[in-house]
């Protein structure tokens, strides 16, 4: 292109530069398009001050909301994804592991910390969407009843954070056995007398949501979170019939008897901390109430 | 082609139908063509054996769907005395697409719960083609509450496209229903045995697949998505189902090396369909002689086993 011709497509170019949200510190509201700066955004926990979005959070980040600062304790970070089929379809399954750990600098897509919320000891675990869709094979299994092992070794309840498209496909029937062992052990944690509290995070389908995302004590969701057994795309081309508005957002959920509450981000941490006191009858941290829980 | 064989068994249906017409002749006329048949039935059975003693993924999830497959209602009916159908989830309703009830396995009282897929178009709408909605989870959760509460050993026929993916499934929470199923397995204090009998689709056969000792026909097939719903995932078209098939390993040879599946029960040659009788009577010795183990293992001990062997899931 000449220097005359960018003078004479001028006005083209400035209109496409105005609709830009630039990198970095500016982000872009993925419902509602408004540009948001990033340290407010930041501030507001990653919910647009504009329409309220719950925008998909990393699982690291969540914790960080999420926990007391300070004594934290990683669990079973030694245990990494297994190719047992070594599955290959147009790309090796070993690569797609590969690349989605350089991606998100996790082993696999799921983190388990023990750590405290207002005082309260628990074991948190949070799916990271960002690897491989969020979805469960043998590690995140693996990882998730290890995690459930502390909370039963030293009677501390467990709390997931699930955003997930269900069971890992490579892993094929490893995976869908990883739905009966986390389901399994959720009903030692029930038989012991040790709450779980299951929080949907947007999205959670297939195996995940099919075995411990449903499986609360007390089942909580974000705003607008989408949950359920079967994608839409699924339902619709099994029915033949568009599905109707809103259906399986949290408000749907709660609507039908899935969920307990809907809760939104900026009061996650207060309400299961208020919620585990009661069914643990551990006091909570007084002076941590009216902190800025949001880093 | 001949819509009661397989594409890939057209050959066997071309010698079966030879056999067939001559035979008529036979029966017409006072030539001799026995040897000739003899000889030709020979064949059929050598090349049926060497059609079946290589099968690729993709061709044994065929022959799980095959349509003359015999489904959880035959079995029930030959492997099984004395059955008695019980009907409901007590919530909502009663959901033909999985059949439960009491029988008797050699004397012993026992609850059967089976997927069932229906035969021909009435039938087949009528068990919603073997797509439990919730209120089939939840009944077969309340059989097999029962079951533990009257000492009866359960035993689980798999055999399910999937869970039924609609909106009234979803409104009624298909995710809880199958989640809580496992749940209450992998604690049930009474002995399961689970048999993959045709399709073991994902979280609609893990459902009630759950137990001690994990059975499939030589020609089941168990996955976390059908090879179709995988293809159209990575390759975006139905056409490389065949590929997904093999890479999953859809097979009890590959499920039981992964440790997954506990025994293989033997097919008739050419499948189940051929001889259903037969199959019955090979699946019927199977499970008297696994519950009988089972039984004579203290509870405890048995339901330690089970837990430890989902833990271990996976590990290597």
């Given amino acids: ?295 | 082609m001949n819509l009661n064989y397989l594409d890939f068994e057209q050959p066997i249906a071309e010698l079966e139908a030879k056999i067939e017409e001559l035979q008529l002749v036979g029966n017409d006329n006072e030539i001799n063509i026995s040897e000739e048949i003899a000889k030709l039935q020979d064949k059929s059975q050598r090349l049926t054996e060497s059609i079946y003693s290589d099968l690729s993924a993709w061709q044994i999830v065929k022959v799980a769907r095959h349509p003359q497959r015999p489904y959880a209602v035959d079995y029930i009916e030959r492997v099984f005395d004395d059955f008695d159908e019980l009907h409901g989830d007590r919530h909502f309703g009663d959901d033909k697409a999985i059949v439960g009830g009491v029988a008797r396995l050699d004397g012993q009282p026992v609850m059967v719960i089976g997927e069932e897929k229906g035969r021909g178009v009435n039938d087949k709408i009528y068990r919603n083609f073997g797509m439990p909605k919730p209120e089939g989870y939840r009944k077969a959760l309340r059989l097999m509450e029962m079951a533990e509460r009257f000492r009866m050993p359960v035993l689980t026929l798999i055999d399910t496209p999937g869970a039924y993916p609609g909106i009234d499934s979803e409104e009624r929470g298909i995710s809880e229903a199958i989640a809580r199923n496992m749940a209450v397995m992998s604690r049930l204090r009474t002995p399961i045995i689970c048999t993959v009998i045709g399709e073991g689709s994902s979280g609609g056969a893990i459902a009630i697949g759950v137990g001690d000792w994990l059975n499939m026909l030589q020609y089941a097939t168990y996955f976390v998505i059908s090879p179709e719903g995988c293809a159209n995932i990575i390759w975006k078209t139905v056409d490389k189902a065949p590929q997904a098939a093999e890479a999953m390993g859809v097979t009890s040879t590959v499920l039981e090396e992964l440790g997954i599946v506990d025994e293989t029960i033997p097919e008739p040659l050419g499948g189940a369909h051929r001889d259903i009788d037969a199959m019955a009577g090979t699946l019927k010795t199977r499970l008297a002689d696994q519950l009988g183990r089972l039984k004579g293992m203290p509870l405890d001990e048995l339901l330690a086993k089970r837990f430890d062997r989902l833990m271990s899931y996976g590990n290597t």
């Fill in chain 1, 1 to 295: 292109m000449s220097w005359l011709d960018r003078i004479r497509k001028g006005p083209g170019i400035r209109t496409r530069k105005s609709t830009t949200v630039p990198e970095g510190l500016w982000h872009k509201c993925p419902r509602c398009s408004s540009p948001l700066y990033r340290p407010e955004l930041e501030k507001n926990a990653d919910v647009c001050p504009k329409c309220d979005h719950h925008i998909r959070i990393g699982a690291r980040r969540r914790l960080d909301i999420f926990l007391d600062p300070g004594d934290r304790e990683e669990i079973a970070s030694d245990v990494v994804p297994v190719d047992r089929l070594k599955f290959k379809d147009v790309k090796k399954y070993k690569d797609r592991l590969s690349s989605a750990q350089k991606q998100t600098g996790e082993k696999d897509a799921l983190i388990a910390m023990r750590g405290s919320v207002r005082g309260l000891p628990l074991v948190a675990t949070v799916f990271e969407f960002a690897f491989h869709g969020g979805s469960m094979g043998y590690a995140v299994g693996e990882r998730f009843t290890r995690a459930a092992r502390v909370s039963l070794e030293h009677r501390i309840p467990l709390i997931c954070f699930s955003a997930t498209g269900g069971a890992r496909m490579q892993e094929a029937l490893i995976s869908l056995m990883q739905m009966a062992k986390t389901s399994a052990i959720l009903e030692r944690l029930k038989a012991e007398g040790i709450p779980y509290v299951s929080v949907m995070t947007d999205p959670v389908y297939g195996g995940v949501s099919a075995s411990l995302a449903m499986l609360g004590d007390i089942n909580i969701a974000e705003p607008g979170a989408r949950a359920g057994f079967a994608g839409p795309n699924i339902i619709e081309q099994t029915i033949r019939q568009k599905l109707p508005k809103g259906f399986q957002r949290s408000e749907f959920l709660l609507e039908h008897g899935a969920i307990d509450m809907i809760v939104h981000r900026k009061d996650m941490r207060d309400t299961v901390a208020r919620l585990l006191s009661k069914l643990t009858g551990h006091a909570l941290n007084e002076e941590a109430e009216n902190a800025e829980t949001v880093t």
